[in-house]
């Protein structure tokens, strides 16, 4: 089974604070995502990687950043955290080629920003 | 651009009753979809998908979902709920042919709850 791993299940940070959100997969998938999850909105895509140092913006970029220095790890960087970032993070990953590949979800860390 | 729409955000329903979870989508595009199930506190696990062939799709727990093209629809069924399938369920949409990004695109979610 794929392990889609996020490293902290709760997270709780003050305004200005620079945070990282770590996420690791053990099944050699290119493509990783991350997502931000709030009540109503669903989930909306913040950034994509689909390779080693590639990245794209999703949806809503604003404010974050990302890593991605070795293909099985994706971090997810606030570089001052603001109040409106507090939300549910899931990280994803899935493998080529594409098509019906589904995304396999880590359990999600849940930041609150003070 | 792609959407995906989830009618309801919270379906009550009573143990044993049948529950039908809506979900319409746009795309100009032929589409893959997948209905994916988020238990309190976890992430979200595939239920299933449908990729082309049978427009009916059976799923684990019980579930099963119906492909209808002409009404860009894709509603998930079950004949008969239990107390643990009260959860949060989301479909979502992937267009054929869209770059090398894998991204799916998700519907707001509904609420499952399941009363005794």
């Known amino acids: 089974d794929v392990k889609v791993t996020q490293s902290s299940r709760y997270l709780v940070k003050r305004t200005g604070e620079k945070v990282f959100l770590e996420c690791v997969q053990d099944?050699?998938?290119?493509?990783m995502f991350w997502y931000r999850q709030d009540p109503g909105l669903g989930l909306r895509l913040i950034y994509f990687?689909?390779?080693?140092?590639?990245?794209e913006k999703g949806d809503i970029p604003e404010g974050y950043s990302v890593s991605r220095e070795k293909k099985e790890r994706f971090s997810l960087i606030l570089e001052s955290a603001s109040t409106n970032q507090t939300s549910m993070y899931l990280c994803?990953?899935?493998?080529?080629?594409?098509?019906?590949?589904?995304?396999?979800f880590g359990n999600g860390t849940r930041l609150t920003v003070t | 651009a792609q959407s995906v729409t989830q009618l309801d955000s919270q379906v009550p329903v009573f143990e044993e009753a049948p529950v039908e979870l809506r979900c319409n989508y746009s795309?100009?595009?032929?589409?893959?979809l997948f209905w994916y199930v988020q238990y309190p506190n976890q992430g979200l696990q595939l239920l299933l998908k449908?990729?082309?062939?049978?427009?009916l799709v059976k799923g684990i727990n019980g579930f099963e979902a119906e492909f209808n093209k002409s009404q860009t629809s894709f509603h998930l069924r079950k004949p008969s709920v239990h107390i643990s399938d009260t959860a949060e369920y989301f479909c979502?949409?992937?267009?054929?042919?869209?770059?090398?990004?894998?991204?799916?695109?998700f519907g707001q979610g509904t609420t499952l709850q399941v009363k005794p």
């Open positions: 979502a949409v992937r267009e054929h042919g869209s770059s090398n990004t894998g991204k799916l695109i």
């Open positions: 990687s689909y390779d080693v140092k590639m990245k």
């Open positions: 099944m050699d998938h290119e493509n």
């Open positions: 994803a990953s899935t493998n080529r080629p594409l098509g019906g590949s589904p995304l396999h």
């Open positions: 795309s100009s595009v032929s589409v893959y």
């Open positions: 449908y990729l082309s062939g049978s427009t």
